[in-house]
């Protein structure tokens, strides 16, 4: 499995981007995919998960600025990102879980957002 994210980048306090996540095999596999983000000293944390059923869970910190969609045609998970702090600072990673017997965790090569005050 493989998970490229792209869509990062610098942008001013108050702006917007979107990240994207492309899986290489169908994203109705995996139960939940989501975003993490690690800044610089920090532990990664969890942005926001969407399950199969389009369900969402945000960190507080996020809660109402980002938005999380998946796209069942294209295999992307989508990041949409506004009203940018400069705490959002972080590489963003993309994360897929399939459930089975046994739970596997994939994770993509993050992409970095940089937001300037």
């Known amino acids: 499995v493989q998970l490229q994210a792209s869509g990062g980048g610098l942008v001013q306090a108050g702006g917007s981007l979107r990240l994207s996540c492309a899986a290489s095999?169908?994203?109705?596999?995996?139960?939940?995919m989501g975003w993490y983000r690690q800044a610089l000293g920090n532990q990664r944390e969890l942005v926001a998960t969407?399950?199969?059923?389009?369900?969402?869970n945000y960190a507080d910190s996020v809660k109402g600025r980002f938005t999380i969609s998946r796209d069942y045609a294209k295999n992307t998970v989508y990041l949409k990102m506004n009203s940018l702090k400069p705490e959002d600072t972080a590489v963003y990673f993309c994360?897929?879980?399939?459930?089975?017997?046994?739970?596997?965790?994939?994770w993509g090569q993050g992409t970095l957002v940089t937001v300037s005050s």
């Open positions: 994360n897929a879980k399939r459930m089975a017997l046994v739970t596997s965790s994939y």
């Open positions: 095999q169908n994203i109705g596999d995996f139960a939940i």
């Open positions: 969407i399950t199969s059923g389009y369900n969402t």
